[in-house]
Each structure stands twice: as C-alpha cells, then as structure tokens.
C-alpha cells in the first residue's frame, strides 16, 4: 500500500496534458485504479477531472478529409494513446469495485459514454470533428472494454439487447483492423468461457467477412466449437439460432424486399452451414418456429423477427434437401432468451401467426439460385462495408 500511495504521488505529480510524461502517468493511474483502488479515492476527482473533461471531451488534432482511417500502434499519436488510456482508467475504477450493486450503479455513465462511442462510430466530441483514426481506435476500445466488463456477471446484466446488437455491428465495422481485433479478442473470451453463450451469436455476421484467410479461420474455430459441444452434449450454438433471429430483425440493412430478404437469408445459411447436422437439425427448426410464435420485446410493434422466422423455416429445410437429411422434429421442449421475446396475447394470436406466411412470393426461387451461388463460392459485397464513412 505504502508503495502504491507513492507511486501515485509521483504519477500526480506535475499532471498536465502534454507533460513530458503524460502518458507515463496515464498508465501508471490506469493500474492503480484497478489494483489499489482505496488509494485513488481520495484524487477522485482529480483523475476524473483529467480523464474526462480534458482528455475524452477535447479534439487537440484537427481532421482532414485526407486522413487515414486506421494507422498501426507504433504511429498513434500521443492524443489518441491518451483517450484510449482514458477510457481504460474509467474501466478499471468499476472492475475494482467488489460489490455488484454498488459497481453496476457507478456503471452508469462509464456505460452511457462506451455505447455512445459505439453508436457515433468513435466520435464523441459536440462541437469538433474527431479524426477519422482517432474514431476507430476509441470506437475499438470501447468495444474491448465493453467485452471486458461483460466478463464480469454483474455487468453482463446491465448489457441491454439493444446495446448487445450495438457491439454485435463491430464485427462489421468498415475499418479491417477494427473489426479483426474485435473478432479476435470475443473468440478469445469465449474460448476460455469467459462470456456467456449469447457472445457467439455475433460470429455470424461474418457471413459476408470479405478478407477471405480471415473468414476461413472464422469458419474453422466455429466448425470447432460446435463439435466441442456436441461432444459435450451441449446445445449452445442450436440455441443461438433465436438469438440470430432477433439480432438480424435489428440489423441496419435489414428491408422487406425481396433481394434484401434473400440477403439476410445468407446469414442464416452461413449458420446453418456451420452449425446444422443432420441431428440437431430439427431442434434448430424448433427455435425458428418458437421464435415466431412470440412479440418482439426490444420493438413490440415489429413484425421483422416472425418474417425472418419464415426464412429461416424455408432455408432450414431447403437445406435438408440438399443434403439429402432424414428430418426428425425436435420432440423436446426449448426456452428462449429473456429480454428479446414476449409472449403472444392468446393462443388464438400464435395459431394465426404460425398458420401465417410472412415471406414474400418468390423467395423460394430466390433461395435455390442463392444455394447455387454458394456452392461457385460466389463473392457478394455487403451493405454494411459502405455504410460506415
């Protein structure tokens, strides 16, 4: 303790934007938060004062049209180390707290300031224009940290499913280095079983990943994580399918037309690709007709979920066929996540939705010219990699 309490006097000591030693003293208040925390209450609101106001809410470096959109570590500039650094200091004050409710309540605006990273794609700054490196790198640590924090329980509880579906969209972040680091470090964490099941739902929206080495090794660990479960009698990735299903309803590019439609539906196929055997095929069929059968909880007065339930139906057993698979209907019962689905207001409700076509006329010619293009390994440019500037 004695040494810590030293350690911060020094790390104190002079503490200005552009010192000499700035991002030294950084660092150093950075693992204090986190390993002395007792010894950093009492300069509270220095660090917060240095953290926020001065560093997080000032843009020094001015952006230019011809700025890049990524530059390597070794090139970061000392402003943009020290937001990153920044952001990490607020993290760390939480991970730090020993009581869960005390820390999902100091949460709160360190929460507020990372999904709104997120949702302004890193720019965080009312009244400058944030370079354009500068966005991706704080957007990509936000991310982390976010994914850090959800390690925990208590802070995987406050992760809201509209916040879930926010970080979910990194995986497709225009920016390459952004969204393969993200990849990485979430399959790290759910290798080691680290995060809940939920996480693995956000690997699917790599099925339009367009650095091919990239989404071949993607394929591989998650052909590799399914079999680990099968093994292990575990139906994690059967269940994500509902999960699926909820977040694509959610996605940005989704549309009622039917090309946008058969789009989606390559979602599903990279799923069920990966995932589907000719024995659990009929449990995964289940989610989707469960799924179907239920309100939308994050947007109640939607009705994308039960459209893409029907996709999702018609591509599950367009693919039976084309493997030539047995078809046994799940006999079991299944749950579905709480917080994306409520229930229907009368069974009479869920008999009309169920007896319901919600898809368009011609997805069915759709769907088979798009199995055949998957089988020449067609190659199709996604919406989202022009969405992001």
């Known amino acids: 303790m004695v040494y810590a309490t030293d350690l911060l006097q020094r790390a104190m000591q002079d503490w200005a934007y552009g010192s000499p030693r700035f991002l030294n003293q950084l660092t150093a208040v950075s693992q204090l938060e986190l390993l002395a925390p007792k010894v950093t209450e009492e300069v509270d609101e220095d660090i917060l004062n240095m953290t926020v106001q001065q560093v997080l809410l000032e843009v020094r470096t001015d952006a230019a049209a011809r700025d890049p959109e990524w530059v390597d570590d070794s090139d970061m500039d000392e402003e943009c180390q020290a937001k990153c650094i920044a952001l990490k200091i607020l993290v760390n004050r939480l991970r730090s707290i020993e009581k869960p409710e005390e820390a999902k309540e100091k949460a709160k605006p360190v929460w507020k300031m990372l999904t709104k990273l997120l949702k302004e794609e890193g720019e965080i700054c009312k009244t400058k224009d944030t370079p354009k490196h500068h966005k991706a790198r704080l957007r990509l640590q936000a991310a982390l940290l976010l994914l850090k924090l959800c390690t925990q329980k208590h802070f995987d509880e406050i992760l809201l499913p509209a916040d879930f579906n926010l970080l979910a969209l ?19 964490y759910l290798a080691n079983s680290r995060l809940r099941s939920r996480y693995y739902t956000i690997v699917f929206l790599l099925a339009f990943e367009p650095n091919t080495d990239f989404k071949q090794r993607t394929e591989t660990w998650i052909r590799s994580r399914a079999r680990l479960f099968e093994q292990a009698k575990q ?56 799924v179907k059968q239920t309100e939308d909880a994050i947007d109640p007065a939607s009705n994308k979920h039960q459209v893409l339930c029907d996709l999702a139906l018609t591509v599950t057993r367009k693919w039976q066929e084309k493997k030539n698979w047995a078809f046994s209907a799940y006999p079991g019962k299944i749950g579905l996540p709480m917080g994306l689905y409520n229930a229907l207001k009368s069974h009479s409700e869920a008999q009309q939705i169920a007896e319901k076509q919600f898809i368009p006329d011609g997805v069915d010619a759709k769907l088979d010219e798009l199995l055949r293009a998957m089988d020449r390994k067609k190659v199709w440019m996604p919406t989202w990699l022009t969405r992001k500037s």
Do not use: C, W
Request: aromatic share 10%.
């Open 170 to 188: 990194m995986a497709q972040d225009g920016v390459q280095e952004v969204r393969h680091t993200f990849v990485r470090k979430l399959q790290k």
């Open 235 to 290: 139906p994690v990735l059967e269940a994500v399918m509902a999960r699926l299903l909820s977040l694509l309803a959610h996605h940005p590019d989704y549309g009622s037309e039917l090309d946008l439609l058969v789009d989606h539906a390559r979602y599903i196929l990279f799923y069920i690709d990966l995932v589907a055997t000719e024995s659990n095929l009929g449990m995964i069929y289940r989610y989707a007709e469960r």
